[in-house]
């Protein structure tokens, strides 16, 4: 049985990061918030592990400078959990 006839569910998204009227000190934590808002609104569930992975390229440049843009490949299981990792390349 191959991914689709379980329910799996995969895409890659490069989710853009706004920082438009956020604190300098607030953004990378805002940054985490919005990607997790994107995939929920994206994939249609309220159920988004997000890895810790992804945590740490966001506050890799500390908390005032995190990245424009991130990509990452959301898995939807049959169950309605979506697990975001970054996209390795």
Known sequence: ????????????????IDFKNIP???????????VEHFIERHMKSDSVWIDNRINEIIWARGAENPPSRIKVKA????DGLVEVVPLEE
Do not use: H, N
């Open 1 to 16: 049985m191959d991914e689709a006839e379980r329910g799996i569910l995969e895409r890659v998204y490069t989710i853009p």
């Open 24 to 34: 300098k000190k607030q953004r990378a934590r805002s940054a985490i918030k919005e």
């Open 75 to 78: 898995t939807k299981f049959e």
